[in-house]
């Protein structure tokens, strides 16, 4: 058997692979075109996709297909066979580099938000040769762009490339303030940490909430949860150890740096890091990663669960996306560094952040906005929907005296001056570990905790770099036009903190008395529901700043708010006829017949003996028949209700109906009908309970 370094990558057309496999001429113009992300010459790209195909082949490869990521929040794929006819019958193998650069995939059946009505159906992927090509299911996959003929993105990665190259363009300009000479590009990196459920295939067949909408929609709260706490990190079950060996195993195959892999805090629940990487390649890696733990679990007989909320009662999944920035030289610039001078810069980015938080709340809110992740934020179980910063006691005080020119190390009796002292460096989120803030600094990196488990890490991550990228490039240009830049950068820092301190809160996020502060006193946003965030999208400000960097153009973000209030319409419409379905075809005649079995168990025993007393069988079937009406009624109102939606014109209003009304509506039912399973006996209950989803991995 091959060690992991030894197969490490071998599915992928990395660096390695490139060098051995290119003349040199074309691994140079190759490496020019990663670093610079500059088109390649056809007659080069003929020759890198030749080799490509020689090195896929070799690997059990048939065919290729251009790899993208449409609106629909997973990958996309249309598999080309490489064989070419090549006269008395037979075939050869072949691709070109016309194919490896760009390919027209039908676009008319990917959401678009309403671009392909004004512009062509037809749409085209472009290869992006920063993110290598991989071998999957025996096909060669080439990560591309995906865009409509007018140009506009019809994806994620295009915006997230935008968004790479703006932030690098202005944080470019504020390094050269500082005199880094020797940096050439700078990159924002992600390390996003991935939470998921495993159950038993067996018992998932069984529920058709799960199968239809991933979540269940019914179930009494079972005997035991989470209350224990004997689940996080606890030991890893023999049949959960060998899935995620081989869930390794397939992700370091494709180059994928899996790296930590724990029990989560409900039961079933688990967790897998990766290393770190460059953002747009950590997208495609985590897109890569959930694509690759549901197949992985396929074969273990298991199913593995990426919905936010798959079961009420427990915790839900969060994807923590752990981001920084560095340089080409491998620095990280938020990284406190070693002299004054380098704490200065950090200083400046550390503010970047804080202004682009406070200025850009709602973005980042509408980045992790979904119909799924509404069930967790705000839970007590994930960060609020409020969004605030966490910086810990320290580097918060360090700010304060910087902003008051006042003492800060109580010791040295030291006056905190930018660009003067030395910072300390900062326990990286050991000690101070808090883990109620959606945006909290861990040391030398923020990590955003309030992604869902199954979004695709390209929404906040654009969201990201581009609110930061417009606070350096506001930076930049005052610095650049100061007389002294040092008495121009220290009041810069302190101006900043002094105006936007209100997102920093280093207290508990799940405290109530800190949601009515963040509202009331510090005048935060509170987006509780998505319908509540989108309408932010097209503000006047967020077209502004999306148009200042090229990132997207008023017709991009009009389609996106649409496509993201129609998917939170449609997710809600699938749960709402799930449940009908459900409750007219399993629940209701099972709450119905179970009654009967207790009436004519009663009848029975009557019949037998007068005296005998009865008294469970008629409590449970009154208080069943009682249910079963209740139930009826509301399943009638829900009916009702969801046959309402076709009157809607406006995709708002229509969203709010089914937040305020369907939502609260489908909750009634659940509870009288989970009230009922409480009564029924198991083998007259037609789905598995929460006890046998939660506990079915033995
Ligand atoms: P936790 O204590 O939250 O598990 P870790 O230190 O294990 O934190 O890191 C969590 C994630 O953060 C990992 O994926 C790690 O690779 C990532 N990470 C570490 N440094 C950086 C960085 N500079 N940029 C982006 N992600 C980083
Ligand atoms: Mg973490």
């Not at 790296?259 to 039961?267: F, Q, S």
């Not at 694509?291 to 994807?319: Q, R, T, W, Y």
């Amino acid at each position: 058997m091959k060690s992991i370094p030894e197969y490490f990558g071998c599915m992928v057309f990395n660096e390695n692979c490139m060098k051995s496999r290119l003349p040199h001429e074309t691994y140079k113009a190759m490496k020019k075109t990663i670093r610079d992300g500059k088109s390649l010459d056809i007659s080069v790209a003929n020759v890198v996709a030749n080799a490509m195909k020689e090195w896929a082949v070799e690997n059990g490869a048939t065919h290729f297909t251009h790899w993208f990521q449409p609106m629909t929040g997973i990958t996309a794929e249309k598999h080309d066979s490489f064989i070419s006819p090549s006269g008395n019958g037979s075939v050869i193998m072949e691709f070109s580099g016309k194919e490896l650069v760009k390919g027209e995939p039908d676009a008319s059946s990917f959401p678009s938000g309403g671009i392909r009505a004004t512009f062509e159906a037809r749409g085209y992927t472009a290869w992006d040769p920063t993110s290598y090509a991989f071998i999957k299911d025996n096909t060669l996959c080439i990560p591309t762009a995906f865009c409509s003929f007018g140009g506009e993105a019809l994806d994620k990665k295009t915006p997230l490339l935008r968004s790479m190259e703006a932030i690098n363009k202005q944080a470019m300009r504020v390094l050269k303030l500082f005199g880094n000479d020797d940096v050439t590009s700078v990159k924002t990196t992600v390390g996003p940490e991935q939470e998921y459920f495993l159950i038993d295939k067996e018992v998932f067949l069984k529920r058709k909430d799960l199968m239809f909408t991933g979540r269940t929609l019914f179930g009494a709260k079972p005997p035991k949860g989470q209350e224990l706490d004997d689940h996080y990190y606890g030991t890893i079950k023999p049949r959960i150890l060998s899935y995620m060996a081989e869930l390794d195993e397939e992700l370091w195959k494709l180059g994928v740096l899996a790296k930590t892999e724990h029990n989560e805090v409900a039961p079933s629940q688990h967790e897998l890091a990766p290393v770190f990487t460059t953002t747009n390649i950590a997208a495609d890696h985590n897109q890569l990663t959930m694509e690759i733990m549901k197949k992985v679990a396929s074969k273990h007989n298991l199913v593995c669960l990426l919905h936010e909320k798959p079961f009420d009662g427990v915790n839900g999944s969060g994807k923590h996306n752990n981001w920084s920035i560095s340089t080409n030289t491998g620095v990280n610039l938020l990284e406190p560094g070693e002299t004054p001078f380098e704490n200065a810069q950090f200083l400046l980015f550390l503010c970047a952040v804080i202004k682009a938080v406070d200025e850009y709340q709602d973005l980042l809110r509408i980045s992790v906005a979904s119909a799924g992740n509404d069930h967790r934020l705000g839970a007590h179980e994930a960060p609020p929907a409020v969004i605030s910063m966490f910086l810990g006691d320290e580097l918060g005080e360090i700010l304060e005296a910087i902003e008051n020119s006042e003492e800060y190390d109580s010791k040295e009796k030291t006056m905190m001056r930018v660009g003067v002292h030395i910072l300390p460096k900062f326990p990286k989120d050991t000690t101070d570990r808090n883990r109620t803030s959606p945006f909290a600094f861990t040391g030398n990196k923020f990590e955003f905790r309030m992604l869902g488990s199954a979004d695709s890490i390209g929404c906040a991550n654009i969201m990201l770099n581009t609110a930061v990228a417009e606070e350096l490039r506001q930076f930049a240009d005052e610095l650049e036009n100061a007389k002294d830049f040092h008495t121009s950068l220290d009041s810069l820092i302190k101006r900043t903190i002094k105006e936007h301190k209100r997102i920093i809160f280093n207290g508990n996020g799940y405290d109530d008395a800190w949601i009515e502060e963040a509202t009331t006193k510090r005048g935060l946003l509170n987006l509780r529901t998505t319908p509540d965030a989108l309408p932010h999208f097209t503000k006047q400000k967020n077209l502004d700043l999306f148009k200042m960097h090229k990132i997207y153009s008023e017709v991009e973000v009009n389609s996106r708010y649409e496509i993201l209030l129609e998917n939170y319409c449609k997710v809600i419409n699938i749960e709402a006829i799930t449940m009908i379905d459900m409750a007219s075809k399993d629940l209701l005649p099972a709450m119905s017949n179970y009654t009967k079995i207790l009436c004519d168990t009663l009848i029975s025993k009557k019949t037998a003996c007068p005296a005998l007393p009865c008294n469970y069988e008629e409590k449970t079937a009154n208080r069943m028949a009682i249910l079963t009406d209740e139930a009826y009624e509301q399943l009638l109102m829900l009916k009702e209700e969801v046959a309402k939606v076709t009157s809607f014109d406006d995709t708002l209003a229509l969203a709010e109906y089914y937040r305020d009304t369907i939502i609260s509506r489908m909750q009634s039912l659940r509870a009288v009908v989970d009230e009922a399973e409480t009564i029924t006996s198991k083998e007259y209950w037609p789905y598995p309970s929460y006890g046998d989803m939660l506990f079915s991995v033995k």
